[in-house]
């Protein structure tokens, strides 16, 4: 049985003021929501001013002042990522911020065929085994109950940022930064593993080049 594909149709909002972007993209955007011209050059174009405060998540403050006390310990702080391109991108993210800051910091990346995705207890223990002490995830986690009761058993603290869709109760972390918690106040709530993460670090700054602060 062949398919039969039917492209959707959607008004556009004065498309004549938009002359700069490909119709193409133009549609693309129209279907994914982005109907107002202010909106689509919003999105093209960020402005870092506009983003959300980030401590509309409900845990933020909990995880920053926690990351805080681990830099101020030096505690070993390992980041958990899954092996997709979202999850890639979150740990670099955080892995080169914290290195910024002069954080004892490690990653565990779990192989595709024998681990599969998400947070799993093998990788927990092995973490705790070679000195783990605060553990964030990006992109998972947010369901992973058992793995986090399992750190917390270990001594281990974990934050869990993360963009999936929460299944069950959540898990006994220190803090779960995702804009699909029941209990966030973030106003948007299709962000990526990436843009989670990204908004953890934002709350610290760094020095870049020429003593330029960064976030």
């Known amino acids: 049985m062949s398919k039969q594909w039917r492209v959707k149709t959607l008004e556009i909002k004065n498309?004549?003021?938009?002359?700069?972007?490909?119709?193409?993209?133009?549609?693309?955007l129209a279907l994914r929501g982005f109907t107002e011209p202010e909106a689509i050059r919003d999105f093209l174009n960020p402005d870092f001013g506009k983003?959300?405060?980030?401590f509309l998540f409900a845990d933020m403050l909990m995880a920053v002042e926690r990351i805080l006390q681990?830099?101020?310990?030096?505690?070993k702080i390992f980041i958990y990522a899954d092996y997709d391109?979202?999850?890639?991108?979150?740990?670099?993210?955080?892995?080169?911020?914290?290195?910024?800051l002069g954080a004892v910091v490690d990653y565990y990346i779990p192989d595709r065929f024998s681990e599969g995705y998400g947070v799993n207890a093998d990788a927990i223990k092995l973490?705790?085994?070679?000195?783990g002490q605060l553990v964030i995830t990006v992109d998972c986690g947010t369901n992973a109950v058992e793995e986090v009761a399992l750190a917390k058993e270990l001594g281990m603290d974990v934050i869990v940022t993360d963009h999936h869709e929460v299944t069950g109760e959540l898990p006994e972390a220190l803090a779960v930064i995702n804009p699909k918690n029941p209990h966030d106040n973030?106003?948007?709530?299709?962000?990526?593993?990436?843009?989670?993460?990204?908004?953890?670090?934002?709350?610290?700054?760094?020095?870049?080049?020429n003593g330029v602060w960064i976030y």
Do not use: C, W
């Open 70 to 75: 681990a830099l101020e310990r030096k505690e």
């Open 127 to 131: 973490i705790a085994e070679r000195g």
């Open 15 to 28: 498309p004549e003021v938009l002359p700069e972007y490909p119709p193409l993209v133009i549609r693309l």
């Open 51 to 54: 983003l959300h405060d980030p």
């Open 186 to 209: 973030y106003s948007f709530p299709f962000l990526t593993g990436v843009g989670v993460a990204f908004n953890l670090i934002s709350n610290f700054q760094m020095a870049g080049r």
């Open 85 to 100: 391109a979202d999850a890639i991108t979150a740990a670099a993210v955080v892995y080169l911020a914290l290195k910024k």
